[in-house]
T-cell receptor, first 114, second 111 residues
């Protein structure tokens, strides 16, 4: 099956620093990727849609200047959490679209901001 | 009220038991997805349904479009089936790929 990777799998950073999370589709090209966050015991919440070659589309309530998304190639999207604060600590998951209705999820990145 | 509701929220079973997890939705959909999330957090897509029934190994997923209801069944459950099972829908008229998620069902299968 299709594989989507995320790096790093977990990261701890200090408040005020920025953290970059990578999402790669390893064996297919993805013009569309999604970024989600998940708080403990909560469902996934869509943050933004990442489109190769164009600006990301953010969901209501998600700060685009805080969560920078760059879809630099057909296999790579990055999420940068800028000036991270403890409330940004969460589990971030990406997914990549291979074809109609085929959506593959990454393993997730656990971010802890101290 | 959430657009996608799952029941039960938590389910504990003994190895070998037949498991059913239910999902009801209140919006028009183009597809319904069943996902599995293991304790480490990674998500695996189990099924995508727009009608009828699908089977993969010990897993069976059914959907009734008229009743806006889907079920995920696990036959001969095993401790390795322990995970959170998430129902998600692609809404009609929206992006085929944007999903609306249920809150998940935590399944624990004891040996």
């Amino acid at each position: 099956g299709a594989v989507v990777s995320q790096h790093p799998s977990r990261v701890i950073c200090k408040s005020g620093t920025s953290v970059k999370i990578e999402c790669r589709s390893l064996d297919f090209q993805a013009t569309t990727m999604f970024w989600y966050r998940q708080f403990p015991k909560q469902s996934l919440m869509l943050m933004a849609t990442s489109n190769e070659g164009s600006k990301a589309t953010y969901e209501q309530g998600v700060e685009k200047d805080k969560f920078l998304i760059n879809h630099a190639s057909l296999t790579l999207s990055t999420l940068t959490v800028t000036s991270a604060h403890p409330e940004d600590s969460s589990f971030y998951i990406c997914s990549a679209i291979r074809s109609a209705y085929e959506q593959y999820f990454g393993p997730g990145t656990r971010l802890t901001v101290t | 009220k959430n657009e996608v509701e799952q029941s039960p929220q938590n389910l504990t079973a003994q190895e070998g038991e037949f498991i059913t997890i239910n999902c009801s939705y209140s919006v028009g959909i183009s597809a319904l997805h069943w996902l599995q999330q293991h304790p480490g957090g990674g998500i695996v897509s189990l099924f995508m349904l727009s009608s009828g029934k699908k089977k993969h190994g010990r897993l069976i997923a059914t959907i009734n479009i008229q009743e806006k209801h889907s079920s995920l069944h696990i036959t001969a459950s095993h401790p390795r089936d322990s995970a959170v099972y998430i129902c998600a829908v692609s809404k009609s008229g929206g992006s085929n790929y944007k999903l609306t998620f249920g809150k998940g069902t935590l399944l624990t299968v004891n040996p």
